[in-house]
């Protein structure tokens, strides 16, 4: 099956810009989910979609970042305006939809992130 | 949410050399999952530990899951330079959030032939 896809793999842009991130999750995975890497700092979750539901959007940073759904298939992750510690990688990763919470069995598959770097 | 301590940083070997890498929580985890990261790549899941004091293998690499569900560790034996990456374990930031996950800061492997 083909794996989780991101759009772009890199992105350069200006304080005060917008850019919008693309993610493809694995098809028939319910589970979507966005992290972020800022260099030197652990992966940071941001959040949880369930088909077109936000479901945990507790990382999101501020509300400079808005999270889309639609459709409940690909997702699209906004940053405006974008600021200089908004960058970093943002990795997208998709999952099945099983089990109860805790202790569900959750493999998630990353995709290969979008390098942002915010000028 | 709780957050998930990982040691050491970094850590070179040479290869045939054992490494191991520790995660450690201050609250009770729900589950546990480790990850691996190549140079330039993305987290590739490994396993997820749900049970008190669980141990599974994969070839060379060990997984544990503590009794009081607080720690883990990974365990590579024999190390090869294809096991260079950074391995990050991750768990749920609370019981009830199910399927986010915090990540640890990664212990990142460099192997030497």
């Known amino acids: 099956e083909a794996g989780v896809t991101q759009f772009p793999s890199h992105s350069v842009i200006e304080k005060g810009q917008t850019v919008t991130l693309r993610c493809d999750p694995i098809?028939?995975?319910?589970?979507l989910y966005w992290y972020r890497r800022v260099m030197g700092k652990e992966i940071k979750f941001l959040l949880h979609?369930?088909?077109?539901?936000?479901?945990?959007e507790s990382g999101m940073p501020n509300n400079r970042f808005l999270a889309e759904r639609t459709g409940g298939t690909y997702s699209t992750l906004k940053v405006q305006p974008a600021e200089l510690e908004d960058s970093g990688v943002y990795f997208c990763?998709?999952?099945?939809?099983?089990?109860?919470?805790?202790?569900?069995?959750?493999?998630?598959?990353f995709g290969p992130g979008t390098r942002l770097t915010v000028l | 949410g709780q957050q998930v301590m990982q040691i050491p940083q970094y850590q070179h070997v040479q290869e045939g050399e054992d490494f191991t890498t520790y995660c450690n929580s201050s609250t009770t985890l729900s589950n546990i999952q480790w990850y691996k990261q190549r140079p330039g790549g993305h987290p590739v899941f490994l396993i997820q530990l749900v049970k008190s004091g669980e141990v599974k293998k994969q070839k060379r690499l060990t997984f544990q899951f503590g009794e009081a569900k607080k720690n883990s560790s990974l365990h590579i034996t024999a190390t090869q330079t294809t096991d260079v990456g950074t391995y990050f374990c991750?768990?749920?930031?609370?019981?009830?959030?199910?399927?986010?996950?915090?990540f640890g800061k990664g212990t990142s492997l460099l192997v030497t032939p």
């Open positions: 991750a768990a749920p930031p609370n019981s009830n959030s199910g399927y986010a996950l915090n």
């Open positions: 990763a998709s999952s099945r939809l099983s089990g109860t919470s805790g202790a569900a069995y959750n493999e998630q598959f």
């Open positions: 098809s028939g995975h319910d589970n």
């Open positions: 979609f369930v088909k077109e539901s936000k479901q945990d």
